[in-house]
């Protein structure tokens, strides 16, 4: 009974362990061939990079797999809002991105890394000031103005 409870503790940290995110500053990063690796290591870099500001507040932040991005990526402005909220499959933009400025948002949406559907702009009062449509990274259609 005490040997099968120290091998799931064991087993169980092990699994753990294997399981760990790794959080890095981007500082800490360098690129060589479009790939994202730790500084002096030979294999591409798997986890989270984050970039702070002089006053230590994390104005990036965003996962890698095998040196390319994966998933969610943040952006942040110095007061801590968002500003860039964007999504990757095997280092390539995929799906709905938004942007945040202090004048409105922008929302958009990319297909294989290039931009795809209908793009809409917003005035920070939620009014649509912009609409325009892409087709595999060019325009496509009229576009509306306000």
Do not use: W
Request: aromatic share 14%; net charge positive; with cysteine.
């Amino acid at each position: 009974m005490k040997i099968r409870t120290l091998i799931l503790i064991l087993f169980s940290f092990i699994l753990f362990s294997c399981n760990q995110e790794k959080t890095v500053s981007t500082d800490q990063l360098q690129m060589r061939k479009g790939v994202l690796y730790l500084i002096n290591e030979k294999d591409p870099f798997t986890g989270k990079a984050i970039r702070k500001n002089t006053y230590g507040q994390i104005v990036f932040e965003g996962n890698y797999e095998d040196g390319k991005q994966e998933g969610i990526q943040k952006a942040y402005y110095d007061d801590g809002s968002i500003k860039l909220l964007q999504y990757y499959e095997n280092g390539k933009k995929e799906g709905e991105q938004t942007a945040y400025g202090f004048n409105g948002r922008t929302e958009y949406n990319y297909k294989n890394g290039r931009l795809d559907g209908v793009q809409k702009t917003y005035d920070h009062d939620g009014n649509l000031v912009l609409e325009e449509n892409y087709k595999n990274g060019q325009l496509n259609g009229k576009n509306y103005y306000r």
